[in-house]
């Protein structure tokens, strides 16, 4: 409940300091005052913006009504802050919300059964999982802020889009010298994984750079959305965010 108390505070002052492309600063400073006196004590949780798994290729967007996501195929969105995710589980994984035996934030330290320094870890080696992937699934948390919106959502990028992200901070980065300091369109194309099975990738692609305006707006943002990322637990993701640890799609 600490953690969870913890990130609540985080989260608001984030919100008080920090305004969007489409919002002012102004209507930002009351929506955190909002915040922290209607979610006292309570635990703050990103929306999730999900891939569907079989190879569609577009995403579900989050709404007022949470049994009836928004399906678009692409979206544009200010990358505020990236990590890793890793995720292990003993018994292979049938479905729901269960979190894993063993995970990281950091892909530095594991917590949880083995636990311990992810690189030594024997089940982060290939051939250790099904057909030679390794046993710990390896994903990248993105927190993406989109025209309009007030808080960041997450997109929980699977094993089989890393490779795709990493090109795409080669080709983003020594333009605009890093990720958030631009729009970036994301969109779904189907691929097949070695086993003969349909998954999905995301793609991503460099709409424009910020403006100097926007990028003054933007930075407090990036900060503490950062420092929101650094307060999260394998047990308060599971418990607020619908399992968001969960290797969903094949790939």
Avoid at 88 to 103: A, V
Avoid at 134 to 153: Q, T, V, W
Avoid at 176 to 199: C, E, Q
Wanted: hydrophobic share 35%; proline share 5%; aromatic share 8%.
């Amino acid at each position: 409940m600490a953690k969870a108390t913890k990130m609540t505070k985080a989260m608001a002052t984030a919100q008080e300091t920090a305004p969007t492309l489409a919002t002012g600063l102004d209507a930002l400073k009351k929506m955190g005052e909002a915040l922290s006196n209607e979610m006292s004590g309570l635990a703050a949780a990103f929306e999730q913006i999900k891939i569907p798994i079989g190879g569609m290729t577009y995403f579900e967007m989050p709404t007022d009504d949470p049994e009836k996501p928004e399906t678009i195929k692409e979206f544009s969105a200010v990358i505020l802050h990236h990590h890793p995710a890793r995720a292990y589980y003993k018994e292979k994984y049938t479905g729901g919300n269960n979190p894993p035996d063993c995970g990281s934030f950091d892909a530095v330290e594991g917590t949880g059964e083995p636990g311990g320094v992810c690189e030594d870890c024997v089940f982060n080696q290939f051939n250790t999982g099904e057909n030679g992937a390794k046993a710990c699934k390896e994903r990248r948390r993105l927190y993406l802020l989109l025209e309009g919106e007030m808080f960041p959502k997450v997109l929980s990028l699977p094993t089989g889009s890393l490779k795709e992200f990493s090109r795409y901070l080669m080709r983003c980065i020594p333009k605009w010298g890093k990720s958030s300091a631009g729009i970036t369109r994301f969109s779904l194309v189907k691929a097949i994984n070695k086993g003969g099975i349909a998954f999905t990738k995301v793609r991503f692609k460099m709409e424009r750079a910020l403006t100097e305006g926007e990028m003054h707006e933007i930075e407090p943002m990036v900060l503490n959305t950062k420092a929101i990322s650094q307060t999260l637990t394998v047990e308060t993701v599971k418990e607020n965010e619908d399992g968001v640890m969960i290797e969903k799609i094949a790939g």
